[in-house]
Structures are given as structure tokens and as C-alpha cells.
């Protein structure tokens, strides 16, 4: 029956025919083919745009290597503890304590300190839910904290006056990262 139909077709009928096949044959293979491929294109180009930026970091990391060797290399005596944990907790506690004692802060309260170990470091975590001080108190055990030797770390500290507002009350939580010397 449809070759029937064809053979009744003049020549321009049969032209006209065969151009809206072709033209119907190339919206599927865009929409079912290109459309799809292009997509994927667009995505590896993304990808690759994403990874070119990725290496470029990592190069330039691998190039500040040996400035890192260096600096590690001047600060690590001080980051490195060959103390098992139990003994670098007791410490820390004792180092806490004499800083406070030489900044006249009078610890009331204290809780740990309590370690937590990752792949490369130790933290361990000393929380002083009670203090009281001056405000020059205060100023001296922050400076000789943050600023001393060791890699110490005021990472939560909250102040308010007492009731004759001569003096400051209020709680911390000192944190240090000990890196473990490596096993022998």
C-alpha cells in the first residue's frame, strides 16, 4: 500500500518526500545522538577544567615542600611529644596551671584535659568551667597562652564581672595539638 502511494508521486512530490525524512532522520540523531554527547562534552570539559585547577594547587604545594621541611624543621621539637597520652594529659593540666598561678588567675574548676587522635595529631582539650581574675590577669595567661611556647589554643572563652565588678569571672577551653613521635 505505501509503495503504491510512492509510485503515484511525481518527481517534486518524491523530493519533497525524501528532504522532510532527512530533516526528521537529523532532529532524532540531534535530540536522540548529539544532544546527549554534547552534554557529555560539556561535562568532561568541566571536569577537566576541575582537575587542571586541582593539580595546579598540588604543584605549587609540591613546589613550598621544601619550605615546609624547613619551617617544620625549626617549630617541631615543639609540636612533637614522645609522652605517652595519659602523661602528656597530666602535662598539659600542670603547664595550664602553672600559667595561671604566674598570671594570677585562680583556676576553680577544670574538667580533662580529654584527647581526641587523628591520623596525623593528638588534641587534647582542657576545659576550665570556672575561673577569676583581674582584667590584667586575664590579659597575662591569654598572651602567655596563645603567645608561649607550644602549639596552645583559646578556642572557647567567655568573661563577665564579678558582683563588685573588680574582678572577671568566666570559662574556656584551652586546646593543644601534640604531633606523636613516630613509632620506633
Known sequence: MLADRMSRLDGREKFLLLLMML???????DWLVFGPLNAKCVGLDADIARELKTLTYQRSML???????QRYASIGPSLGSTLPPAE????????????ATDSDVALLATKGPESRATEFYDEYTLDISDFETDEQGILRFLHTVMLGEGTYRIARLKLAPDSTGKRVKGTMRVTKVIIPAPPS
Open 23 to 29: 530533516v526528521v532522520l537529523a532532529l532524532l540523531l
Open 63 to 69: 613546589q613550598a615542600g621544601p619550605l615546609v621541611e
Open 88 to 99: 602528656a594529659k597530666n602535662a598539659m593540666k600542670e603547664e595550664i596551671a602553672q600559667i
